[in-house]
T-cell receptor, first 116, second 109 residues
Framework: DTAVSQTPKYLVTQMGNDKSIKCEQN?????MYWYKQDSKKFLKIMFS???????INETVPNRFSPKSPDKAHLNLHINSLELGDSAVYFC???????????????FGPGTRLTVL | LAKTTQPISMDSYEGQEVNITCSHN???????ITWYQQFPSQGPRFIIQ???TKVTNEVASLFIPADRKSSTLSLPRVSLSDTAVYYC??????????FGAGTRLTVKP
C-alpha cells in the first residue's frame, strides 16, 4: 500500500482553468503539507494542516486553496491557472509537528502540473 | 528559522565513501538535524536524523560536533543508485523547517 498517494500524477491544462490535486495518506498522521518544486528544483512549502486545521500558509496566491475533509486527506484546488503555476506539487505527511524522535515527513510521488 | 548551507554539487565514484557537510551556525537548542534524499521524479525521502554526536542507520551515518554548528552526512561505498539530491534541514518543528537548494551528488562508474 502506498503511504502517501496523489492524483493525478500528470496534469496538463490551459491557462485560466481551475484544477484540483488530491492527496491521501494511510499512515494515521495528524499533519499534512503541500510543497511546490519549480523548474529550478527549489522545494517550497505552501501549506500545512494539523488535524484539519491550517497551520502554515506561506505567501501563496489566494488562487490556491487547500481543503482537508479529514485528517487523512489534503486536497489542493487552484483557480485561474497561470503559466507560472507549472511545477511539481508534492504532498507530505508527518505524525505531528515536532521534528524529533523520527517524526519525519513522508512525501507523495508528486503531481507534475503543466499550464499551457 | 535556522538556515543551512551545503555544497551545490559533488561528484564521486562507485565504491567510495561520500561525506556531505552542512553548516547551520544559528542552530537552536531544541533543533534537530534531518537529512532527506530526492531522486529525479520522486518526492524526498527521509535518510537520517540526529541531535548530537553520531547517529548510524542502515543507509548512512550522521556526525554532529559538540557545537552543533555543522553536520556531516556520510554515505559508505556509494553506488550509481545513490545519485540524488541530498537536503539538510534544521528545526524543532516540521512546520518551521525549510528545504534549501540541497547537494546534487553524482556517482560515476
Amino acid at each position: 500500500d502506498t503511504a502517501v498517494s496523489q492524483t493525478p500524477k500528470y496534469l496538463v491544462t490551459q491557462m485560466g482553468n481551475d484544477k484540483s490535486i488530491k492527496c491521501e495518506q494511510n499512515l494515521g498522521h495528524d499533519t499534512m503539507y503541500w510543497y511546490k518544486q519549480d523548474s529550478k528544483k527549489f522545494l517550497k512549502i505552501m501549506f500545512s494542516y494539523n488535524n484539519k486545521e491550517l497551520i502554515i500558509n506561506e505567501t501563496v496566491p489566494n488562487r490556491f486553496s487547500p481543503k482537508s475533509p479529514d485528517k487523512a486527506h489534503l486536497n489542493l484546488h487552484i483557480n485561474s491557472l497561470e503559466l507560472g503555476d507549472s511545477a511539481v506539487y508534492f504532498c507530505a505527511s508527518s505524525r505531528g509537528g515536532l521534528a524529533g524522535g523520527q517524526n519525519t515527513q513522508y512525501f507523495g510521488p508528486g503531481t507534475r502540473l503543466t499550464v499551457l | 528559522l535556522a538556515k543551512t548551507t551545503q555544497p551545490i554539487s559533488m561528484d564521486s565514484y562507485e565504491g567510495q565513501e561520500v561525506n556531505i557537510t552542512c553548516s547551520h551556525n544559528n542552530i537552536a537548542t531544541n533543533d534537530y538535524i534531518t537529512w532527506y534524499q530526492q531522486f529525479p521524479s520522486q518526492g524526498p525521502r527521509f535518510i537520517i536524523q540526529g541531535y548530537k554526536t553520531k547517529v548510524t542507520n542502515e543507509v548512512a551515518s550522521l556526525f554532529i560536533p559538540a557545537d552543533r554548528k555543522s553536520s556531516t552526512l556520510s554515505l559508505p561505498r556509494v553506488s550509481l543508485s545513490d545519485t540524488a539530491v541530498y537536503y539538510c534541514l534544521v528545526g524543532d518543528n516540521n512546520n518551521d523547517m525549510r528545504f534549501g537548494a540541497g547537494t546534487r551528488l553524482t556517482v560515476k562508474p
